[in-house]
């Protein structure tokens, strides 16, 4: 029992160091895992305080340089505004009420007028078909007076508009910077620049689920060609496409397309959940068991 004893007390004592050499082994892997957290923690706090002081800077460099440039050109830009608007407005105003009085002088005097030459014409066509030709002189006479008449008028009326139009742009400069304008020019032209960038239709990114799709927005056929114009046309023909970008007709003079002009503006059918309809398959399970059933009577069949 002696050199038993003795054996059992070795193993006992190698169990013990084996032992306490596992423990100094975890303890120092955790000493080992606690070391590197504290240096990624300690990296991650001079990245988090490096990042702060850069948005700092570049906060600081806006808000005490190129903003205060930036409200100053707006600034100008509203005091020019303000002084043309003060400046140019009645004389606005003032082509706006020679052009109704022109109008008013054309609608009352002149028109019937021409309508009185137009209605001799008339009859001297009339003589002419019963071979009388009398009266062609007189209706050569007449067709360049009535030509003279209302080319002066039209001339008249264009110039004013045209001036009109101008001294409005002049005098409200900031129209140039509205942003509905820009947003709807954007979307104008978004799909013509995703053709002129990448070389491909927007379709190959942002398909459209409906049938009546234009080309190159809708679903693309699965022999899709590039270089075929069927399947990839220019950039020049989105920009005949309306891009459901409404139509600004009923805008007079002086008026200005607004703000909430950009709510009437769909988004694309891509991210319409409308435009996909319902799913043929409602119940995910059913439909599954119905297409193992389908295929497995299709290969018992064959």
């Known amino acids: 029992m002696g050199f038993l004893g003795d054996i059992l007390g070795a193993l006992g004592s190698l169990a013990s160091e084996i032992g306490q050499i596992l423990v100094y082994i975890f303890n120092l892997v955790i000493a080992i895992a606690q070391f590197i957290w504290n240096g990624l923690l300690l990296v991650a706090q001079y990245a988090l305080d490096g990042l702060k002081a850069v948005g700092g800077f570049f906060r600081h460099l806006w808000d005490g340089f190129f903003k205060g440039i930036f409200q100053n050109i707006w600034k100008g830009i509203l005091k020019v505004h303000d002084w043309l608007e003060s400046h140019l407005r009645p004389l606005i105003d003032f082509l706006k009420k020679v052009q109704k009085y022109i109008d008013k002088i054309y609608k009352t005097y ?16 009339i003589l002419r078909l019963l071979h009388i030709h009398i009266a062609d002189g007189l209706d050569k006479i007449l067709a360049q007076v009535q030509r003279d008449i209302q080319g002066t008028f039209l001339q008249i009326r264009g110039i004013l508009n045209t001036t009109i139009d101008l001294l409005n742009i002049v005098a409200d400069p900031t129209k140039l910077l509205r942003r509905p304008t820009l947003i709807l020019s954007l979307r104008r032209v978004w799909h013509s620049y995703i053709r002129q960038f990448t070389g491909l239709p927007p379709a190959y990114f942002f398909p459209s689920p409906r049938k009546s799709a234009p080309r190159g927005l809708g679903i693309l056929p699965a022999n899709f060609d590039a270089n075929n114009p069927e399947h990839n046309p220019p950039p020049s023909y989105y920009l005949g496409l309306d891009s459901d970008v409404p139509t600004f007709d009923f805008l007079g003079d002086g008026d200005v397309i607004g703000d909430g002009s950009t709510d009437d503006v769909a988004m694309w059918d891509y991210f319409n959940a409308e435009a996909y309809g319902d799913p043929d398959c409602l119940d995910p399970r059913a439909c599954m068991v119905s297409a193992l059933d389908k295929l497995l009577n299709a290969q018992g069949r064959s």
């Open 110 to 125: 002149v028109r019937p007028f021409i309508i009185a030459i137009q209605r001799i014409r008339r009859v001297i066509s």
